[in-house]
């Protein structure tokens, strides 16, 4: 398996990603979860990592231990329906701290789903103040 973005590209032959594209939330989706792996493993923490998916379809992309859930998106706004997949989660009141992690800037917590830009997630993430 793959996991090195660039890598992933050039074996697609893909030299250009837009911004907006499908692809383009793919590869930030996959690169910010191999920088939760690499933290994961160089700290020591060895966190179980997964991800949820229901029947209907909404999702959540990464699940650290039983306690945190991250959804990331490549949107430089996020909208209402942006928290959807993250808000049917924590309905079943299963972990303690909701994140969605994205290019927008303004950060704040919508009905306790934590919204920051992925600068301060990662800032956070090697700081180790994330997965405490």
């Known amino acids: 398996m793959i996991f090195d973005c660039g890598v992933t590209n050039?074996?697609?032959?893909?030299?250009?990603i837009e911004r907006n594209s499908d692809l383009f939330g793919k590869r930030f989706e996959q690169s910010l979860i191999n920088e939760v792996r690499a933290y994961n493993s160089y700290s020591g923490k060895?966190?179980?990592?997964?991800?949820?998916?229901?029947?209907?379809?909404?999702?959540?992309?990464?699940?650290i231990g039983d306690g945190i859930a991250i959804e990331f998106k490549a949107a430089k706004r996020i909208s209402p329906r942006d928290l959807?997949?993250?808000?049917?989660?924590?309905?079943?009141?299963?972990?303690k701290k909701y994140f969605i992690v994205s290019n927008d800037r303004?950060?704040?917590?919508?009905?306790g789903i934590r919204c920051i830009h992925y600068h301060r997630f990662l800032e956070e993430l090697w700081a180790g103040v994330l997965l405490e």
């Not at 050039?10 to 250009?16: D, E, M, N, V, Y």
């Not at 303004?106 to 009905?111: A, G, L, N, S």
């Open 46 to 63: 060895r966190f179980p990592l997964s991800f949820w998916r229901e029947k209907h379809g909404r999702e959540v992309d990464l699940l």
């Open 106 to 111: 303004i950060e704040r917590v919508t009905d």
């Open 84 to 95: 959807a997949g993250i808000r049917a989660l924590k309905e079943e009141r299963t972990f």
């Open 10 to 16: 050039a074996i697609a032959g893909i030299r250009h």
